[in-house]
Structure formats: structure tokens, C-alpha cells
């Protein structure tokens, strides 16, 4: 991401199992959960099914538009992978109104920045602008909602510049391939298991006709999560954006996901060999969806064991035995149940059976003796810390708006958030862990050095 | 995405490769933009302490969170010539026990709280990083106190650190080239100087240096003149003040002298290094020469030109790159100012086989900036997008506390953020052709690497210069 280097987080650096004094005391202690402002946040849809929301913050003189459209790898199929991502890469490059290069060229010249990213569920456009520019930027969102075109020359250097992304994302990168892989296999129906940069002979081969019959079906108003921060106000900007947007069609709904994916029997495993240095283990279980009530739990579960130096696996794998020099997750909570991500880098000559052995002994833990009460307090402050953090930002207050509206059930439930990390139970972690972390409900990738291997 | 799609577990390569992604983050601490709308530093106090800290205060309450950057003159130019990495591997080990608190209690107690604290190093200073709910504000000053003034500097943390920090290295040569161009472009680039040294260490670097070498180096280069503080955030100042006052004004100072660093010299003509990747699918390329001070009068014109050449999407690099040709994902270039003249540099990827033609295409771009009249329509759009874009990163109170140590620690006032819309403004065509004549080198005058598949590359890369190849598995960033 050539322009952007903004976000990185850093992982959290802390952690640990030992009883702080005040640790019972964290109800009491809560800082007041109120969040400033938000109830001047203004909802509305709009009559062609567009859903807006807008949350005025006057911290700077800027704005933070998201726009989430309901499509994401999910809903491709075999000779389209990668389509819906390649379809956010063409939302840039022209309309019947304004030829290819015009968006971002109007955009940047009236002070605002963009950029896009697709997942398996959602595609989402943002643009960071001062508020001069809003009339701008929502004409110009609604004219590629409107208008999109298609010139087949762009179709073709686009192509170039997918492929580009998925050598340095996926086949230059070792995390990336075995990623790609362990996703793949662990999904034998359902289309979580599709790349969403795409497989690259769909990247190579896929057409214009594809790319309209997506446009026709998923990039209608009514598949639409308008949501707006900053320094606007909500009665004027929800006037403008009627202005703009309510006269797009509203489209009959894309046909639903009816597969479910089948209950998995047994543990899978995906081998990869590398000219690598250093191998890796991911651990990819079968896990929630993201309206799912026990998503607060299996968020402080993830964070029990990965989050900081005194997490239990980075403690454990990586200060105390030095099997691996990182442990961390991921969880994947879209439309439907996705997965729970479990990762190990190890050093180089790392020993993977040792990890492995280690990693389950921690796992099976867990699931037997469950979590102490000092760990999951640890986790609900890592939790609480991380929301006010996220809403310091007109940015991370859209982001998180928009991800409880649209993969959450609604973005009233982003406010409950600290209450229903208060809510989870020691019980209610451990139940998780038995459930989704057991040996039969997982697929483990292994990446292994194989110029080292084919010395031994 | 647009510019990187999102991929789940991200941040699991974040954290292998913690350590560069910082230092790129660093790089950036004040924004390179323009204020036009209202930003304006807000009201902070300035207190120096008898023993020299510098302590910076600003109160913002509008979420219950406190951040600090603790900033300690120093940095990768401290490191020994033979021990590159030895500042960033010692910051770290602060937060691995201090005070009363072993690693594991320490960890623990950050945790506990939710607080968090990032450690780093960059090239001429070394930064901690907090951030802590507003409730725990007498814990965040005795852990921060307690890791400037009483680390425990364990030998076995020390060790299992070290050698962590060396597989962090591998980790990002198996899954991240396009994170180490600009590290090899600068040890190409400066040679001996000081600025050319990887700050994240090297293999061989960070093996050569030994439980007392950190020990010495932590006596020689910490200590209260040293340290600029500034806190932000959810506090009444008057008892911050207090507690920062009682917690560092018993601090000595540091032993050593800080080294003094010259201009380094700009590079004429162009050479190549060539690190062979031979597993890789494309090549990452990088080219550079020497740049600009931080101090520069000449900043804003330096940005308004950056900008339209390979500052933004829209910018003539990434519009020949990749919106015209598809050759690759992204271009970009920056400048990176330091107290001396720091690097200017381009860089992009595209597949081995356009490696050439990539190449060419982005000399072509830069012949273009140089024989080019600036359009007058882009030399405004360059500058409403600079200051459009600058509120953005003065935002929250982490960000707030990076621009004031920013600000003390190159000595600028606060006209340098609330001046800069005014000097954005006053950017003129002659400024901009005079900062493209004076300070972007020629395709003449650049150090070019690139890292990719040797054997397919090395005939095509001759026309460039005289080469020098390295592999990626070599244990130090630099040639021999």
C-alpha cells in the first residue's frame, strides 16, 4: 500500500498470569462506558434501501466516508475467484460520465484520499476528506454506483496490477501461500474457502461480461452501508446524500449462500515446501459467525492465549521454551461461521514437531481446566483499552460503525460492546474452547524449510 | 484493496516483523503535510528539569485514554560499527524487567490494565510508546521510570531476545522483501556513514554483540539529558507535572557524548546492488540519493513536489506504474529528513521478467520531473491534497505526543504546524522547479537495488552500473 503508512499497529506488548491486587475491583474501576457523542449519531434508510449513518464529530475539520457494499469472496464461484476484489480495483477506473482516472483525480485534487479492501464477506470504499470537499466526494461515490463503465484496456492493465498485489501479498510471501492454503482446505463446500485475491488463472482469464453481470447484482443501494464521521452535520449531509444516492435503483436481492459448510471429522493437514528460513504452523478452526452472542468470549479467549508477552502461548512457546518467535490470531467473524486463526512463526532449524506438541499441550489446557479468573479480567481491560483506542480516531469510529452494522447485527451493539466483554463468564470461555478447539475441527499448515529438510 | 487488499492475519506478519513496520512508522512521525483548515497546536506546557529531561504536557479529554512518546537522543548512531541493531535490541530489553518487576510481572501489569507500550529505535533516536487508560496514570509513569532508570537488563532475556531479534530478520527475507529495499538502499546509499546503518540490526550484527557491550551502551547512551518526554491526554496537568517531576528528576545523565554526525555527501553517478532472491516471482526495486535536512526552509515546496512525483495515488510514478502499464501494484517515493540530510528515494516491484522494462519506466519519470513545466493545475492539486490531508494525522492524543517530541527534538517552533498551511500556499511554480533542479537527483546520480531472481536479472541490470550482488541470505544488509 504505496501511499498509506499510517496503520500499523503494533501487537500488544503485555501480559500475564500473575494476580494484580485490584483485579476484582475492575467493575468498580470501569471508567465511565459512556462514548461521548453518540447520541447524536443519526441512522436512516433511504427509499431505495440504503441504509446511512452518520456520527458528527468535530475534533478535526475533516471527514471519514465508508461505504460497505454486501459482497466479498463469498459470493464467487469457480472461474470468477479474485472477482470481487478485482471488482473494487475497477470501481476506480471510470463511468459513462467521467473516463478512467477522473475519481481519484478530482478526489486528490479536492484534498481527499482513498482506498478500498475486500474480504470474504464485505467490500468496503473509504475516503478521508476535509469537509469542503463533501459534496464532491458523495457526487462522485454515487456516480460509480450509478454509472460504472468498463473499457476493456483498463480490464487488462488492472489485471497486471491484481496479479501484482497476489506475488507480493501471496506467492513472494511464505505466510501468504500457506494461508492461502490452509483456507482452501479447510473449507470442502462453503466459499470461505475461495483466496480473495483470486486463483490466478481466474485472475488471468476472467471477462467483462463477468465483471457487469457482478456489478448488476451486488452493487445495488440496497446491499449499501453508507456511514459518514466527522465534522458534518447529520440533518444537512443525510439531505445531500438523498440528493445523491436515492434515485439509484434498488435491485432484487443476489440470491442468498444456502451452503452450509459440513461438520469436519477429523483433523486435515496442508504441507508446503520452501526455500524458506524460517517455518510456520497455523491452526485454522472451524468457528462463529459475526452476530454470534459468544463472538465477545471467543474475542477473550483469542486474547487469553495470544495477546501480549504474558499470553499463555507466547509465554509458553516463545519466551519460556523458545519453540517459536511469535504466537498470534485471528478470527474471522463474516456473515457466516468462519474460522479461528492460530499462528507460530519458528526460528530457523525450528523444530515443528516440538511446536506442535507444545501448541496442543496449551490447547488441551485450556479446554480442561478452563482460564483463571485474573487471565480473563486481563483480557476484558486488553478489550476495553482497544475500544476507546479505536474511537479516539474519526476513522476507527466509521470502521467500527460499519463492521457492527453490517457484520455484527447493527451498530447500536458496538456501544454494548464493553458491557458484553463485562458479561463473559470463565465458564462461558471454557465452553468455547471445548467446542471450537478441538483436533477433529481443525485443518494445520505446515511450511517447512526444504533446503534444510533435504540435508537432514 | 485498492493498495493492498485486506488479508485476515495481517497482523500475524505485523508481529514477526514488528520491528521494520516501526521503523517505517517512525520515519513518518511528523506528518509531511499541510494544515490549512484550523490545525493548530493546541495549548501544552514545557518543563525542563534541572538534570535536563524535557518534559511536554497537553491535555485532551475527549476519550479516557493517555498516550506518551518518550524520545532518547541516540539512537542506530550510537551503535557500535560491528554491532548494528544494539540500540533496538537494548529498548527492547528495558520492558523485559524493571524495577520491581521481572519480565513476566511487568508484561502482567501492563496487561492487566489493557495498557500497552511499543519499544523501537530509529535511526537517530530511541522511542517508547504508551498507552494507558486514564485511571492508571500513576502505574504508566512508575513502568516508565522504571524502564529508562532501573531495566534489569537480564542476561537471559538479553540472550532469548537477541536471538529472537535475528529470527525476526529471517522471518521478513521469507515473507516480506518489499520491507527490506530501503534497508539495504541505505547501507548502499551512506556506506560508513552513520544514517546507512539498519536499525533493526543484522544477523551478524546483532550475534556480535554481548551482555555487557548492552550494558555499557545502556550507561554511555541513556540518561535524563537525554530524554525528551511528552505526555498526552485525559490528565490535569498540574499533578502530571508532579508525578513526572518526582519520578525522573533523580535521574543522572548520560555518560558518553552524542556522537556528532556530518552532512553526508551526495552520490554522483549510479551503481547497482543486486541481492539475489532466487526463489522470488518479482523484483523489488528501490533507487535513491541524498536528500534533505528536517530543518529545511524548503519544506513545503519538497512536499507539494514529492507529492505530485510519487506521494499519492494520482502521482506520476504510480500513474505510470501501475494505472497506465498495470507493471505493478505500487510506486512511491519519499524523503526521509533527519538533523543531517537523510535519503530521498523511489521504489516499486513488478515481475522478473518487466524488471527492466519497470526500471526504465521509472527513470523515464524522472527524466519527466526534470524537463518538465509544472502544470499549474497540479501544483494546486498537490497542494489542496497536502493540506486536505493534514488534519488526519493530528488527531488523537498518541499522535499529538509524537509531533510535540518531534518538534523538541529537531529544535523547530510550532509555526512548523501552524505555519504550514500559509507556507503551503505560498508554493510557486519557480519554488517547485527549483527544489526539482536542486534537490531530486538524476537518473544520472542514483544508487539503484533491487532484490529478485539474480540469474534472470543480472545481464539486464549492467546497463545500469557497476554491480554488486549480494545474496538474501547474506547475514549483514550491507556489501562487503
Not at chain 1, 447520541?39 to 466516508?65: F, K, Q, Y
Not at chain 1, 434498488?250 to 440470491?255: F, I, L, S
Not at chain 1, 526455500?275 to 479467549?301: K, M, N, V
Not at chain 2, 497542494?383 to 518531534?406: N, S
Amino acid at each position: 500500500m504505496p501511499l498509506r503508512p499510517r496503520m500499523f499497529s503494533l501487537p500488544a506488548l503485555a501480559l500475564s498470569t500473575i494476580l494484580a491486587m485490584q483485579l476484582d475491583a475492575s467493575a468498580a474501576a470501569q471508567p465511565d462506558t459512556q462514548v461521548p457523542g453518540a447520541e447524536r449519531i443519526e441512522s436512516v434508510t433511504l427509499a431505495n434501501g440504503m441504509t446511512v449513518i452518520v456520527w458528527p464529530d468535530h475534533d478535526i475539520p475533516n471527514v471519514a466516508l465508508y461505504n460497505w457494499v454486501r459482497v466479498g469472496s463469498r459470493n464467487e464461484v469457480p472461474g470468477i475467484t479474485g472477482l470481487a476484489h478485482f471488482f473494487e480495483h475497477m470501481m476506480f477506473n471510470g463511468t459513462s460520465t467521467h473516463p478512467p482516472g477522473d475519481f481519484d483525480r478530482l478526489l486528490e485534487a479536492g484534498g481527499a484520499r482513498n482506498n478500498a479492501s475486500t474480504s470474504n464477506d464485505v467490500t468496503v470504499y473509504q475516503d478521508w476528506l476535509p469537509r469542503g470537499s463533501l459534496e464532491l466526494v458523495l457526487g462522485l461515490e454515487a456516480d460509480r454506483l450509478r454509472n460504472l463503465a468498463f473499457d476493456p484496456k483498463v480490464i487488462e492493465s488492472e489485471r497486471g496490477v491484481v496479479y501484482s498485489e497476489r506475488r507480493l501479498s501471496v506467492d513472494d510471501s511464505n505466510f501468504g501461500r500457506l494461508m492461502e492454503q490452509v483456507q482452501a482446505t479447510a473449507f470442502l463446500a462453503h466459499p470461505y474457502g475461495i483466496p480473495t485475491v483470486g486463483w490466478p488463472s481466474d485472475i488471468e482469464s476472467w471477462k467483462v461480461e463477468d465483471l457487469k453481470k457482478f456489478f448488476a447484482t451486488h452493487y445495488a443501494p440496497n446491499n449499501c452501508t453508507l456511514v459518514l464521521v466527522g465534522d458534518v452535520d447529520p440533518k444537512s449531509v443525510i439531505a445531500q446524500i438523498r440528493q445523491h444516492f436515492e434515485s439509484i435503483p434498488r435491485q432484487p436481492p443476489a440470491e442468498p449462500i444456502r451452503t452450509k459448510e459440513p461438520q469436519q471429522r477429523g483433523e486435515r493437514r496442508v504441507l508446503i515446501e520452501a526455500d524458506a528460513q524460517t517455518p510456520l504452523l497455523q491452526f485454522a478452526y472451524h468457528s462463529i459467525a459475526g452476530s454470534d452472542p459468544r463472538l465477545p468470549a471467543l474475542e477473550l479467549l483469542m486474547r487469553i492465549l495470544t495477546d501480549g508477552d504474558a499470553s499463555r502461548l507466547h509465554r509458553s512457546l516463545v519466551e519460556e521454551r523458545k519453540l517459536a518467535i511469535a504466537a498470534d490470531s485471528h478470527i474471522d467473524a463474516g456473515f457466516d461461521p468462519g474460522l479461528a486463526w492460530l499462528f507460530l512463526s519458528l526460528p530457523a532449524q525450528g523444530d515443528l514437531k516440538g511446536a506442535e506438541a507444545a501448541f496442543d499441550a496449551e490447547i488441551e489446557k485450556i479446554r480442561t481446566q478452563g482460564v483463571s479468573a485474573a487471565e480473563l479480567n486481563r483480557a476484558r481491560n486488553q478489550a476495553l483499552a482497544d475500544f476507546w483506542r479505536r474511537l479516539a480516531t474519526i476513522d476507527g469510529k466509521a470502521s467500527a460503525l460499519g463492521s457492527y452494522a453490517v457484520l455484527k447485527g447493527g451498530y447500536q451493539k458496538l456501544f454494548d460492546a464493553p458491557h458484553a466483554y463485562e458479561q463473559v463468564t470463565a465458564e462461558d470461555v471454557k465452553k468455547l474452547a471445548v467446542e471450537l478447539l478441538r483436533p477433529s475441527n481443525r485443518t494445520v499448515g505446515v511450511l517447512t524449510a526444504a533446503a534444510a529438510a533435504s540435508k537432514e | 484493496m485498492k493498495r493492498m487488499w485486506s488479508r485476515p492475519g495481517r497482523n500475524v506478519i505485523a508481529h514477526a516483523l514488528a520491528l521494520i513496520l516501526v521503523l517505517i512508522a517512525c520515519q513518518t512521525i511528523v506528518p509531511a503535510k499541510a494544515d490549512d483548515a484550523g490545525v493548530h497546536v493546541p495549548p501544552f506546557e514545557r518543563v525542563q528539569l534541572d538534570n535536563g529531561a524535557v518534559l511536554l504536557l497537553m491535555e485532551r479529554h475527549d476519550v479516557p485514554l493517555i498516550a506518551f512518546n518518550a524520545v532518547m537522543r541516540g539512537g542506530a548512531l550510537t551503535d557500535p560499527a560491528q554491532q548494528s541493531g544494539m540500540s533496538q535490541l537494548l529498548v527492547h530489553l528495558l520492558e523485559k524487567g524493571a524495577g520491581k518487576r521481572d519480565a513476566f510481572a511487568f508484561a502482567d501489569a501492563l496487561a492487566s490494565v489493557g495498557a500497552t507500550i511499543a519499544t523501537d529505535a530509529d535511526t537517530e533516536s530511541t522511542v517508547i510508546q504508551g498507552s494507558f487508560l486514564a485511571r492508571d496514570q500513576a502505574l504508566m509513569v512508575e513502568l516508565l521510570a522504571d524502564m529508562l532508570q532501573r531495566p534489569r537488563l537480564d542476561q537471559t532475556q538479553f540472550e532469548s531476545l537477541r536471538a529472537r531479534q535475528i529470527e525476526f530478520i529471517r522471518a521478513a527475507k521469507d515473507s516480506d522483501l518489499e520491507s527490506l529495499t530501503g534497508i539495504y538502499g541505505k547501507a548502499a546509499l551512506f556506506g560508513a556513514h552513520p544514517y546507512g546503518r539498519s536499525v533493526i540490526g543484522s544477523e551478524s550484527g546483532l550475534a556480535g554483540i554481548a551482555h555487557a557491550d548492552l550494558e555499557r551502551h545502556y550507561q554511555e547512551q541513556y540518561g535524563a539529558d537525554r530524554l525528551i518526554l511528552a505526555v498526552t491526554g485525559d490528565f490535569q496537568t498540574a499533578s502530571m507535572k508532579r508525578a513526572l517531576t518526582q519520578a525522573f528528576n533523580g535521574w543522572r545523565k548520560a555518560a558518553a557524548a552524542l556522537p556528532a554526525v556530518t552532512a553526508p555527501a551526495r552520490q554522483t553517478g549510479r551503481r547497482v546492488v543486486l541481492i539475489d532472491a532466487p526463489d522470488s516471482v518479482q523484483s523489488y526495486f528501490w533507487a535513491g540519493n541524498v536528500g534533505v535536512a528536517r530543518t529545511s526552509p524548503e519544506r513545503a515546496s519538497l512536499d507539494v513536489v514529492n507529492t505530485l512525483f510519487g506521494g499519492r495515488f494520482t502521482s506520476m510514478l504510480n500513474t505510470e506504474l501501475r494505472i497506465r502499464s498495470g507493471l505493478s501494484y505500487g510506486a512511491r517515493s519519499r524523503f526521509e529528513r533527519l538533523t543531517q540530510p537523510g535519503s530521498w528515494q523511489m521504489s516499486s516491484y513488478t515481475q522478473t521478467d518487466t524488471t527492466q522494462q519497470a526500471i526504465d519506466l521509472a527513470l523515464s519519470v524522472l527524466d519527466q520531473l526534470h524537463a518538465q513545466m509544472l502544470d499549474p493545475t497540479a501544483l494546486e492539486s498537490a497542494k489542496t491534497y497536502v493540506q486536505g490531508q493534514f488534519p488526519l494525522a493530528l488527531e488523537t492524543a498518541d499522535e499529538w505526543a509524537r509531533v510535540l517530541a518531534d518538534l523538541a527534538f529537531y529544535g523547530l517552533d510550532r509555526g512548523y504546524i501552524d505555519g504550514y498551511g500559509e507556507a503551503l500556499d505560498k508554493v510557486s511554480s519557480d519554488d517547485a522547479r527549483r527544489v526539482i533542479r536542486e534537490r531530486f537527483p538524476t537518473r544520472d546520480d542514483l544508487i539503484l537495488v533491487v532484490i529478485g531472481k539474480a540469474a534472470a536479472l543480472r545481464d539486464s541490470l549492467r546497463k545500469y552500473g557497476p554491480i554488486t550482488e549480494m545474496k538474501l541470505s547474506d547475514p549483514s544488509f550491507a556489501a562487503k
